[in-house]
């Protein structure tokens, strides 16, 4: 990215955005493909009934921990920028450390939730009494990912998004390796989650140490020197609004799993899972384009930049929805070979499912990289609206259709949720950008 001519057509500030977008999406490559890697070692394993076990017990965990905790990285990526850019080191510090200290704490508190759950009301949830100490192993999953985003936003923060990249590489090979072993071996549901759980811990171990050790050149000093959690106002209302997304992403995420066993079966949700997890594989190549000019958007706006930021948006905006037309038309024109190529002929139901997700999956990706707007500027209310106002709409749809289509109605409740969503934040990301015209440049 410091190549002559690019320096001449490019700022610094949308440089360092690509090239943080080039080495998160190299992130975003290995998690995709050891996610497909994954998804298809584990359908091949556990079959449609065997891998619809799983998705319920998958779900029920992260429900859990999406319920109950609540991810830092918007607010480091957003206060911890702030308090850098306005010479504050230690109210960094203490940002980071109270992002950090929440997750962990809050993920300790959710996994005992699953642990009672399991034991005392497994059934309830879908859960036979032969699985619930597989529950028991997978709610640990939680811990470990506590601090990622957190950790991936100082790794940004600092310019070493290249250390993400080696940590989620090893992640990933460790996963992929041992499923190869219990496929090899004609394991089961055991040996596939203990698979699941070594490949998540190397990777957020070693995020979290990674992020330490960034700390300092992101404007962090002092990160363990102290243990105060002293922050502004501002933050504290920030992440409860992201507790409140996140608690709703959560349910969208995985109650549509519960619902669907509870009116259908375990085949059913298999194929339900398997669609949607290939649908969401297309959502994984944008969520660098939206990291990286979250940072961005962060210095433009609180220096004051309103017309660098009305660029940044445009440019990368034009990106997002050219990434969107693409990625989703292949899906959409080849969604029948992919299927059997990922699932073998079991999941031969998955491809019409497929066909209907793929619009809500295509409509919300087009402008992923607008979306991130609100919470760059510290407002985290327009997308807590977006998941309430989608939430909504989704189990109502569930609810309707899934007794009368089965899994082909969860598909068509899916991308109604992605739909909704785009179209409720579509005029506050209009609003942010219009503010950005009164913004003062600071000196």
């Known amino acids: 990215m410091n190549h002559p001519l690019i320096a001449q057509l490019l700022p610094a500030s949308d440089r360092r955005a690509a090239r943080q977008t080039l080495q998160m999406g190299a992130i975003t490559a290995v998690q995709l493909l050891g996610g497909l890697a994954q998804l298809t070692l584990s359908a091949r394993i556990l079959g449609p009934e065997g891998f619809g076990i799983l998705a319920v017990i998958i779900a029920v965990a992260a429900l859990i921990h999406g319920l109950l905790t609540v991810p830092g990285g918007e607010a480091v990526t957003t206060f911890v920028t702030r308090a850098v850019a306005e010479e504050r080191p230690h109210e960094a510090s203490r940002i980071l450390r109270f992002t950090m200290a929440t997750s962990l704490g809050l993920s300790l508190i959710a996994y005992a939730v699953i642990a009672v759950l399991a034991l005392m009301a497994g059934s309830l949830l879908g859960i036979e009494n032969a699985h619930r100490d597989i529950v028991l192993m997978y709610g640990v999953v939680g811990i470990f990912l506590a601090t990622r985003t957190e950790s991936l936003a ?7 998004v290249s250390l993400g990249l080696v940590i989620s590489l090893a992640g990933v090979l460790t996963r ?43 404007g962090i000093p002092g990160f363990l020197s102290s243990l105060s959690l002293k922050v ?14 996140s608690t709703l992403s959560a349910l969208a995420y995985h109650v549509d799993t519960l619902l669907v066993a509870q009116f259908t079966g375990a085949a059913d949700v298999g194929l339900y899972r398997a669609a949607r997890q290939i649908t969401e594989t297309g959502h994984y190549p944008f969520q660098p384009l939206k990291d990286g000019v979250q940072v961005q958007y962060s210095k433009q706006w609180y220096s004051g930049q309103g017309g660098a930021l009305r660029r940044t948006s445009l440019r990368f905006g034009l990106v997002s929805f050219a990434s969107a037309v693409a990625l989703f038309g292949l899906l959409a024109i080849f969604h029948q070979p992919i299927a059997s190529f990922l699932l073998g002929e079991e999941f031969s139901g ?6 209907i997700m793929i619009f809500g999956a295509f409509t919300v990706n087009s402008i992923s990289a607008l979306t991130v707007l609100p919470a760059a500027v510290g407002r985290v209310w327009p997308l807590l609206a977006a998941e309430m106002g989608g939430l909504a709409v989704f189990v ?8 009368l289509h ?20 579509i005029p506050f990301i209009i609003s942010t950008l219009q503010q950005s015209r009164r913004l003062q440049q600071k000196p």
Do not use: C
């Open 396 to 403: 109502a749809v569930i609810v309707w259709l899934v007794p």
């Open 350 to 355: 998955v491809a019409p499912l497929l066909l």
């Open 406 to 425: 089965g899994a082909e109605g969860a598909a068509w409740a899916n991308t109604t949720y992605y739909s909704v969503i785009a179209l409720i934040l």
């Open 232 to 245: 502004p106002p501002d933050v504290v209302r920030f992440q409860t609004g992201v507790f409140g997304r």
């Open 154 to 160: 100082v790794l940004r923060l600092s310019d070493r």
């Open 176 to 218: 992929i390796a041992l499923l190869g072993i219990v496929w090899v071996k004609g394991g089961g549901l055991f040996e596939v989650v203990v698979a699941h759980i070594a490949g998540v811990a190397v990777s957020g171990t070693g995020m979290l140490v990674a992020a330490t050790v960034s700390a300092p050149r992101a």
